[in-house]
């Protein structure tokens, strides 16, 4: 299995709802992280985890909640998002140390 | 700091035709240097790398690039562009331990028939 896949590819939410985004890998990658794409714009890293643990946070609002359960799994947490939260997120992994970087589909959300 | 330059926002070429995208990097050691294709509302997927040894690289979908430390580019080519290819580029650099991923702005391709 060489994918990397992300649940679900479509969000609509409320800035007062709570949801989360999926992420899951099955190639044995120790690296995950999660990135934000405005429309035209390349990605933005926000989060890294490295071996399960969180190694790079880029000053991201504590609105945004990522989660590593195991090694296969990544979650992000939403909770009370703006408007100007809407975008593509997409997740990637990496056989740490090796850095070229897969990605997932993406998520695109929009937040009314 | 690390930073990567794509000089051509848009770029429009018939089909058939050959294609160069443009990519300068900044980077104090030795980079290592990616070439991503993204489809409309798409993931970003891996074109070709370029970590060390032959300066000439190829990839998937008939993509080749050539790493030029001299002018700190890694232009990528293609010798015959197919509608398919249609989509934008971006080139990246690894940095900071390489968990990071430092992207260029992007280049849209349009194909014409």
């Known amino acids: 299995d060489t994918e990397v896949t992300q649940t679900p590819k479509h969000l609509v939410m409320g800035m007062t709802n709570k949801k989360s985004l999926k992420c899951e890998q099955h190639?044995?990658?120790?690296?995950m992280y999660w990135y934000k794409q405005k429309a035209k714009k390349p990605p933005e890293l926000m989060f890294v985890?490295?071996?399960?643990?969180?190694?790079i946070n880029e000053s991201v609002p504590s609105r945004f909640s990522p989660e590593c359960p195991n090694s296969s799994l990544l979650n992000l947490h939403l909770h009370a998002l703006q408007p100007e939260d809407s975008a593509l997120y997409l997740c990637?992994?990496?056989?740490?140390?090796?850095?070229?970087?897969?990605f997932g589909p993406g998520t695109r959300l929009t937040v009314l | 700091a690390q930073s990567v330059t794509q000089p051509d926002i848009h770029i429009t070429v018939s089909e058939g035709a050959s294609l160069e995208l443009r990519c300068n990097y900044s980077?104090?050691?030795?980079?290592?240097l990616f070439w991503y294709v993204q489809s409309p509302g798409q993931g970003l997927q891996l074109l070709l790398k370029?970590?060390?040894?032959?300066?000439l690289v190829q990839g998937i979908k008939g993509f080749e690039a050539e790493f030029k430390r001299s002018q700190s580019s890694f232009n990528l080519r293609k010798p015959s562009v197919h509608w398919s290819d249609a989509a934008e580029y971006f080139c990246?650099?690894?940095?900071?331990?390489?968990?990071?991923?430092?992207f260029g702005a992007g280049t849209r391709l349009a194909v014409h028939p």
């Open positions: 990637a992994s990496s056989q740490d140390p090796r850095p070229e970087q897969f």
């Open positions: 190639m044995g990658h120790r690296a």
């Open positions: 985890y490295s071996y399960e643990k969180l190694s």
């Open positions: 980077y104090g050691a030795t980079p290592y």
């Open positions: 370029y970590f060390s040894g032959d300066t």
């Open positions: 990246a650099v690894g940095a900071d331990g390489y968990n990071k991923l430092i």
